[in-house]
């Protein structure tokens, strides 16, 4: 299966205090409908694997923002030639030429 995610961090005096916004985008079923995926993926991924500390009720999340994701890998992204020469992000400024 195919995947992306980016999760967006509040920080004060350079330490991470909580989360603001959470994307994440993953391949999946074509039965899978929209909402239970996005259920599937708060409670059985997001809410288990980041830190409890940052979580709260106003995280801004975004599942498959773009809608269904059932072609995934090479074929459906970064690997082909002319398409998305950049899909990664480093920090909150990344160059790119």
Not at 30 to 56: G, M, N
Not at 59 to 87: C, E, H, S, W
Request: aromatic share 8%.
């Amino acid at each position: 299966p195919d995947g992306k995610s980016q999760v967006s961090v509040r920080y004060e005096n350079n330490k991470p205090v909580s989360i603001d916004t959470i994307v994440i985008s993953t391949q999946h079923s074509p039965e899978v409908s929209q909402k239970h995926l996005k259920e599937a993926v708060i409670e059985e991924i997001v809410y288990k694997v980041l830190p409890k500390e940052y979580l709260h009720d106003n995280i801004k999340f975004f599942v498959n923002p773009t809608g269904k994701f059932v072609i995934g890998g090479p074929q459906g992204d970064a690997g082909l030639t002319g398409r998305k020469i950049i899909v990664d992000t480093y920090g909150g400024s990344c160059p790119h030429g």
